[in-house]
């Protein structure tokens, strides 16, 4: 499996919040840890994009999405993340599957990639995004970063959420107010509430959206 860095941040406070985490917790030690993210994973296949459509998975933290896609043959499956450490693990964790891919260390709002993308996956990223020039940004670099009637996957607390994740503030969503932030290029094609129940038994309420690019 090949794979490369592409470094395109400095470190700042926020990469040293989620750098110290990583290298101090534990895989499950953290509340967003899941073994086999089956929600994300039926969420991509109602996309019915090809294997080897390209996909990001935004955030990805040391997420085992990439190994379930890689396991299932998806072909062209690249990561982002703010933590170089996660990336590194995951690099590791992965080297062996016979897949080329692009493993981005940048924060999402400075992120640039020559590749467009046919599927977006962020789950749990967008809602650390409380103010409004930042959740604009996010929202024009989806525009810009993603092909036409390609597909963006984005998971977020809901009203019913907590109001903190790994001691930061973040935003809660509900489907309605997704769907009207993405409205001028994206259209909504489904949408799930699900509990996410954490390695400490607590109970995490998200909604996911999925949201189909159409200009």
């Known amino acids: 499996m090949y794979f490369y860095v592409i470094n395109n941040n400095l470190m700042k406070e926020k990469e040293k919040h989620w750098e110290k985490i990583y290298e101090t917790k534990n895989l499950d030690g953290v509340s967003w840890f899941q073994k086999k993210p089956l ?15 390209e996909i990001i998975d935004v955030g990805c933290g040391k997420s085992f999405l990439i190994d379930n896609l890689l396991e299932k043959k998806y072909s062209k499956v690249s990561l982002l993340d703010i933590s170089n450490n996660a ?45 409004s020039d930042e959740i604009n940004k996010y929202v024009n670099i989806c525009e ?27 935003r809660k969503y509900s489907v309605e107010n997704l769907k009207e932030l993405f409205s001028n290029s ?30």
Do not use: M
């Open 144 to 170: 810009k970063q993603i092909n036409k009637n390609g597909y963006l996957i984005i998971g977020t607390f809901s009203e019913n959420g907590p109001l903190k994740c790994s001691g930061l503030e973040i």
């Open 39 to 53: 929600t994300s994973l039926s969420l991509i296949e109602i996309s019915n994009i090809n294997k080897d459509a």
């Open 186 to 215: 994206f259209k909504l094609v489904d949408h799930l509430n699900i509990d996410h129940v954490t390695p400490f038994d607590t109970v995490q309420n998200f909604n996911f959206c999925v949201l189909k690019k159409v200009n």
């Open 87 to 131: 990336l590194k693990e995951v690099k590791s964790r992965t080297k062996n599957f016979p897949n080329s891919g692009v493993f981005y260390n940048s924060d999402i709002l400075d992120f640039k990639a020559k590749t467009s993308f046919d599927l977006w996956h962020d789950r749990a990223v967008f809602h650390f995004l409380t103010k």
